[in-house]
């Protein structure tokens, strides 16, 4: 347990101080972008910035969350250390532009790749000399990612034990990732930087009414997170298919962004930039009045569309984006308070494309407050089970299957299981 103390302390400081720095730059990218409307229009410039930078300098790190997920189901090599400054400024020019992506996969990326440095790095007394061993330490940096760049550690825990097996986990990476976890944040918000607040919700008492609300509400998020993952990869697909060279396919779908952008700028006028990058003042207002009925789809779209082109980022906070605006269009219909569905919609979403029920029902818990813990965890089950075996991650692999029915996936990766009807 000292030892893993230890070894938390350093990952903790690693991966809190590598978010503290990434947090603070891409609020300044997101600022100065929406100072400057006129870098929209280098969206196709800097894909192929992007695409540049990852073709000649990082093909040994150009599989970004799955490679640390296949690292840990069979370690081979130490994750390069390039994984973190180049993903860092994948991201950064990506949300210069005006791409729709997250920070989850940045920060998660930094945090493996420095986790898995101290393989190489430790004094022999603590140095990793078995494979179970850096399994852990990668898990460790994952979750310490996930916490700080969130401001959840216990679903950061969670999260790292969760995500690389689908309905399995590994509890001998318990103590390191939770060590690693509240470590990260702490340290994060030791640099004096914070998170996005919600509203804390108002719960309403239990009642048929609001239970059957509920696995709607996580039946369709279910769905959306379906369509969301299909919707990547289908356009990662087809930019494969038209584009040989890797480095113009972001130029393409930057270009292809951009035009969309102004279509949408001449029907609904300049509310078309609350769906560029994070969107996080959107997310706020989903919480407050319901938004409008297309406000997911068009998130799902431009996110879609940027990742799948291979710009680079995260998904997990645009899909907190579809989920809340999924949520709060459903409150004119559904009989719960508009900030109970969004926020339910917020992590159910999430659950449903990453697999990951326990981490996105404690988040909820952490971000809403329990009082909502009925209506969140009910949400997240119900998405990760509509969502059938596939997801963001295409290492993952199936533990346990989510029907009897498909009991045959067992043991296989998703990746695998794609286009199966």
Request: aromatic content about 8%; proline content about 6%; overall charge positive.
């Amino acid at each position: 347990m000292l030892r893993w103390l230890l070894l938390g302390g350093v990952v903790s400081a690693l991966a809190g101080t590598a978010s503290a720095g990434f947090l603070v730059a891409l609020d300044w990218t997101t600022r100065t972008r929406e100072a400057q409307p006129w870098l929209l229009g280098l969206l196709p410039v800097g894909g192929l910035l992007v695409g540049l930078l990852y073709h000649y300098f990082g093909q040994s790190v150009a599989r970004g969350n799955n490679q640390l997920i296949e690292e840990i189901h069979q370690p081979r090599d130490v994750v390069p250390l390039r994984m973190a400054p180049l993903v860092l400024l994948g991201t950064l020019l990506t949300h210069l532009v005006g791409g729709s992506a997250g920070r989850e996969g940045t920060a998660v990326q930094m945090g493996g790749a420095l986790a898995d440095q101290l393989s190489r790095w430790l004094p022999r007394g603590l140095r990793l000399h078995r494979p179970r061993e850096r399994r852990l330490l990668l898990i460790a940096g994952i979750s310490a990612g996930f916490a700080s760049v969130f401001g959840t550690p216990l679903a950061g825990a969670v999260f790292g034990l969760e995500v690389f097996r689908v309905g399995r986990l590994r509890y001998e990476a318990l103590l390191p990732s939770l060590l690693a976890a509240f470590g990260a944040d702490w340290v994060t918000r030791a640099w004096g930087v914070g998170h996005t607040h919600y509203l804390v919700l108002e719960v309403p008492a239990l009642s048929a009414a609001g239970v059957a609300a509920t696995l709607l509400l996580g039946l369709l998020s279910g769905l959306t997170a379906r369509g969301f993952v299909a919707a990547v990869h289908a356009w990662q697909s087809w930019f494969g298919r038209l584009i040989a060279w890797p480095p113009l396919r972001p130029v393409a779908g930057g270009a292809g962004l951009l035009a969309l952008v102004g279509l949408l700028y001449l029907v609904i006028g300049p509310e078309v930039t609350r769906y560029l990058g994070l969107g996080v003042p959107t997310i706020v207002a989903a919480f407050e009045a319901p938004l409008p009925w297309y406000s997911f789809g068009l998130k799902l779209l431009l996110t879609s569309l940027t990742l799948g082109a291979g710009f680079k980022g995260g998904e997990v906070t645009p899909l907190f984006f579809v989920g809340a605006a999924l949520g709060s269009a459903l409150a004119l219909v559904l009989p719960l308070p508009v900030a109970l569905l969004a926020g339910v919609g917020f992590v159910a979403v999430f659950s449903g494309a990453a697999n990951t029920p326990l981490a996105c029902t404690l988040m909820g818990l952490e971000l809403f407050g329990l009082p909502a813990a009925p209506y969140l965890a009910l949400g997240c089950v119900v998405a990760y089970l509509t969502s059938g075996h596939g997801g963001i991650y295409g290492a993952q692999v199936v533990g346990t299957a989510k029907h009897p029915r498909l009991g045959r996936d067992a043991g296989r990766r998703l990746s695998q299981l794609r286009g199966r009807r």
